[in-house]
């Protein structure tokens, strides 16, 4: 069984277009989160929910929409995708708030044309 | 602002030999260092983690040196072997109750360490 799970993992499309992106963890973590790794492969925390309540949120373009419909499931929403949001995004869980033991998806990569 | 430098951004090492990741902090009120490795399409896996009360942790061939006075950590791989070729983060977590928001990892830039065997 998978810890956490994303889905696609790999997304291309055009600028402008709208994409979304999904994660479920199997853990019964209670914190989840989305990062950015960008192609210096830097990962840099995006979004963060406990218990579908967001937590963290990062100085990220307002394109960007995540969304909890439960404590096991975040979703991410990108609106007027631009050439710059090409990275893979991954989502990770952990136990609680900054729980240093978190656990990573295998990623979706975004290539914007 | 980087709160948590890495370095070297690459090491080569042949096998056998003793791989040496740093990284160095300014936050005091860092108070988890884990370690994270990712090979290339995966994601990033939890390696090995110390908290700053601890000056050396052991796990196999990894190993954790901790300068709290000088702000520093780092990863010491002994042994290593082409199969630890990967990218490894340090990370530094915010101190705070785990119930309130502001708890997160920050990470490093990351090393691309290539074993040639």
């Known amino acids: 069984d998978t810890a956490v799970s994303q889905t696609p993992k790999y997304l291309v499309t055009q600028m402008g277009n709208d994409k979304s992106i999904k994660c479920e963890q199997n853990l019964g973590h209670d914190t989840m989160y989305w990062y950015k790794q960008d192609s210096k492969k830097f990962l840099k925390i995006m979004f963060s929910y406990n218990n579908k309540e967001l937590i963290i949120n990062e100085t990220v373009p307002n394109r960007f929409s995540p969304k909890s419909p439960d404590k096991a499931h975040l979703n991410l929403h990108i609106n007027s995708l631009e050439l710059g949001d090409s990275a893979v995004y991954f989502c990770?869980?952990?136990?609680?708030?900054?729980?240093?033991?978190?656990?990573f998806g295998p990623g979706t990569r975004l290539t914007v044309t | 602002q980087q709160q948590v430098k890495q370095s070297p951004q690459s090491l080569i090492v042949q096998k056998g030999g003793i791989s040496i990741i740093n990284c160095a902090y300014e936050n005091t009120a860092f108070d988890y260092f884990p370690w994270y490795q990712q090979f290339p399409g995966k994601g990033p896996a939890l390696l090995i983690a110390?908290?700053?009360?601890?000056s050396e942790k052991k796990e196999g061939r990894f190993t954790i040196s901790f300068n709290k006075s000088a702000k520093q950590f780092s990863l010491h791989i002994m042994d290593s072997q082409p199969g630890d070729s990967a990218t490894y983060f340090c990370a530094a977590r915010s101190s705070g109750r785990r119930e309130t928001s502001g708890s997160r990892l920050t990470f490093g830039e990351g090393t691309q360490l290539t074993v040639n065997p």
């Open positions: 990770a869980s952990s136990a609680y708030p900054g729980g240093g033991e978190q656990y």
């Open positions: 110390i908290r700053p009360d601890v």
